[in-house]
């Protein structure tokens, strides 16, 4: 008798000590894979969602309608439509963050959203020709909190022209890009 209470005893253990040891291996695996989610995957599982966005000190309020890679797109408008394409973002209300400005988002949910497809359509350069396309104003800030108001004239593969409403054109790099807002001062004269 006391044998079998000793065994019993001893597969009691043995069954708490592996339950234990599942419980530890699931909290890590858990912790793992929050270690690999990365901000675009975090931003992605909000899209829809009012956010506020920091980028250089400049904080942004919008409904999150883009993620790509690098940038971020927000409408700061009533409108509800879906963006399908860099040419809906052309147009007054949206505003574009450079992700690697972003000091700080709030509003996110809670879920992510792995994206591995490769972003189509959706780069610096190709955002940037809708906006010169589009021939709206733009106030361009920069990460070290210069402002350029105007219209983006010329697109390079990692800078773009904004004349601005004396006619003066400025070069300005997508590296040092915080964020760009579309149509945000209307009323001057860029001709």
Excluded at 173 to 191: K, S
Aim: charged share 30%; aromatic share 2%.
């Amino acid at each position: 008798m006391r044998m079998d209470r000793l065994l019993a005893d001893l597969e009691a253990a043995e069954a708490a000590r592996r339950a234990a040891q599942r419980r530890v291996e699931i909290a890590e695996g858990v912790r793992a894979e929050r270690a690999a989610v990365t901000l675009e995957d975090r931003l992605r599982g909000s899209l829809g969602s009012d956010v506020e966005v920091v980028a250089a000190a400049h904080p942004v309020r919008g409904r999150l309608v883009e993620v790509a890679r690098g940038w971020i797109a927000l409408d700061r408008s009533t409108r509800k439509d879906v963006v399908l394409g860099v040419d809906d973002l052309a147009r007054p209300g949206s505003v574009v963050v450079a992700t690697a400005a972003l000091e700080s988002a709030t509003g996110l949910r809670a879920s992510h959203h792995k994206d591995d497809a490769p972003s189509v359509g959706r780069t610096w350069g190709s955002l940037l020709r809708a906006l010169a396309r589009s021939r709206v104003t733009v106030v361009w800030r920069t990460t070290s909190g210069n402002e350029f108001t105007g219209l983006v004239d010329a697109v390079g593969v990692d800078h773009a022209v904004v004349r601005r409403s004396a006619g003066t054109p400025v070069v300005l790099t997508t590296q040092a890009v915080a964020c760009i807002e579309v149509g945000a001062r209307r009323g001057e004269d860029y001709r």
